[in-house]
Every structure is written in C-alpha cells, then in structure tokens.
C-alpha cells in the first residue's frame, strides 16, 4: 500500500512539474485542470487508503475476537467430555456417577451454546469488513490509475486521456461511497 502512495505521489509531482512548464508557456489552459483533479483525486485516494486500512484492522481484530470464542467453545466441550467420561468410567467400574458432574455437563452444553452464537457474530463482523476493505481497495486502485493516466495526458498533451482519468476517477468515487454507505 506505502509503495502505491509513494508512486502516486510521484507521478503527482512529476506532471505538476510538467503542467507548470506548459503553463508557462500559456499554450494549453486544459492541463491546469487536470493539475488539480489530479491533486484532488489524491486527496479521496488517501482518504479511500484509510478507511480500507481502518476495516482491514477491524477485520482482523474480529477474527482474533471470533478465535478465541472459538477456542472457548471447544475448551467447553473438551471439559464436557472429560467430565462424561469419567462418569462412564465410574459407571464401568460399578461406582455411581457424581451428579453435580451432569448438572456441569448441562452447563458446559448452554454455554456452548451462548458462546457459539457469540463467535458466529464476530466471525460475521469480520466478513463484514473484509468485504468492505475489498471495495475501498478497488476505490484507491482506481484513483491510482486514474492519477496515472492524468499524469500520462500532460505528458502526450491529450486531452482524451484526461477524460479518460475523470471517467477511472468516478468509478473510484463510485466505490468510495458504496465503501461508506452500503
């Protein structure tokens, strides 16, 4: 991610160097514009990075959460199972099995229960972010390649290709609001 930041900062740098040349020289007033969209497009690519960086961390720090409900889980049932099998050994060796260790195994088995439903949410909590990472991350490739193209159209002097960045910058903006509205 650092590496496309520092590229994209490049390349912005560079074509503002080239557009200020060709401004000076007052030929094509058109470049000024794509100097600017392409500053302002860089400004919605940093903020596209960190809300994708943002839910990436949220995302993670859910599935840590979800794991070690997980690991709860089975600790539970690991204990449950400990606990039924003593009950069958004493049962096997003619002593009666201690009540209080049924009533435990009732309990591990609600808990369970509790703990499964709770570790089923942070599982989909994380999904959730994963997913909406995967969108904000289109949104900065996009912007990307749009400030690329941008830079490329001072250097060819083609206007076509600026319209071509806006067109890479829309969709951009496209993902960048469903990332935070949908």
Not at 4 to 21: G, M, Y
Not at 96 to 106: G, R
Request: with cysteine; charged share 25%.
């Amino acid at each position: 991610m650092d590496e496309l930041e520092n590229f994209s900062e490049k390349i912005h740098e560079q074509s503002n160097e080239h557009a200020h040349h060709i401004l000076e020289e007052g030929k094509e007033k058109w470049v000024l514009f794509v100097a600017l969209s392409t500053a302002l497009i860089a400004v919605l690519a940093a903020i596209t990075g960190l809300l994708a960086g943002e839910h990436a961390d949220e995302a993670m720090l859910a599935q840590l959460h979800a794991s070690d409900q997980w690991a709860y889980y089975q600790a539970k049932g690991i204990k449950s199972g400990t606990l039924d099998e003593t009950s069958k050994l004493l049962t096997a060796f003619g002593k009666t099995p201690i009540a209080a260790d049924q009533d435990k195994i009732k309990a591990n088995k609600k808990e369970q229960a509790t703990i499964k439903t709770e570790a089923e949410k942070l599982q989909k909590e994380s999904d959730d972010h994963v997913a909406k990472h995967s969108v904000f991350a289109r949104g900065i490739t996009l912007f990307q390649i749009s400030i690329a193209i941008g830079a490329i159209s001072i250097i060819v002097k083609r206007k076509s290709l600026w319209l071509v960045s806006m067109g890479f910058a829309c969709i951009g903006i496209f993902f960048l609001i469903q990332g935070i509205w949908f």
